[in-house]
């Protein structure tokens, strides 16, 4: 929820009518990625906090004060989003060390390798700001 929660976040706070349709793009991208996760979250045991976590809500936090206080806002949360996308890349490549089950060490790679392309758009996008 926090990556979907993120790139709405960053959606609401752009200007560049492509930014906001790649932030709301990647945004229900997330969506389908929790939903496609949760069964197995279920079935390991693990609990389903619809809150995001406290880290996930001080980063929008964050997207929304460097918006506000950059003279380049887009770029401001351009490099706040491709931030946050690798912080969840490196949550699931964590994941990834664990003991888990191969149906779901697959589904987390699959997801994992598109967030890292989707973290290239997202950098290209910079590329032209910076």
């Known amino acids: ?11 609401d706070h752009v200007k560049n009518p492509g ?4 932030f709301l793009e990647l945004s229900a991208e997330r969506a389908r ?12 045991g693990g609990r389903i906090d619809h ?3 406290g880290a996930g809500t001080l980063h929008r936090g964050w997207i929304g004060l460097k918006s506000l206080v950059s003279g380049h ?3 401001a ?9 690798q912080i969840a890349i490196d949550a699931f490549n964590e994941a990834l060390g664990g003991m888990l089950p191969p149906t779901v060490i697959s589904l987390i790679e699959q997801q994992r390798d598109t967030m890292k392309k989707d973290n290239e758009r ?6 032209g700001y910076s």
């Open 122 to 127: 997202i950098r290209s996008i910079d590329m």
């Open 77 to 85: 949360v351009v490099t706040e989003a491709e931030r946050g996308e």
């Open 33 to 44: 990625f929790a939903a496609e996760l949760l069964p197995h979250l279920q079935r390991l």
């Open 73 to 75: 806002q887009d770029h």
């Open 19 to 22: 930014l906001k349709k790649l």
């Open 51 to 53: 809150g995001g976590t």
């Open 1 to 11: 929820e926090n990556g979907e929660r993120g790139f709405i976040a960053a959606a």
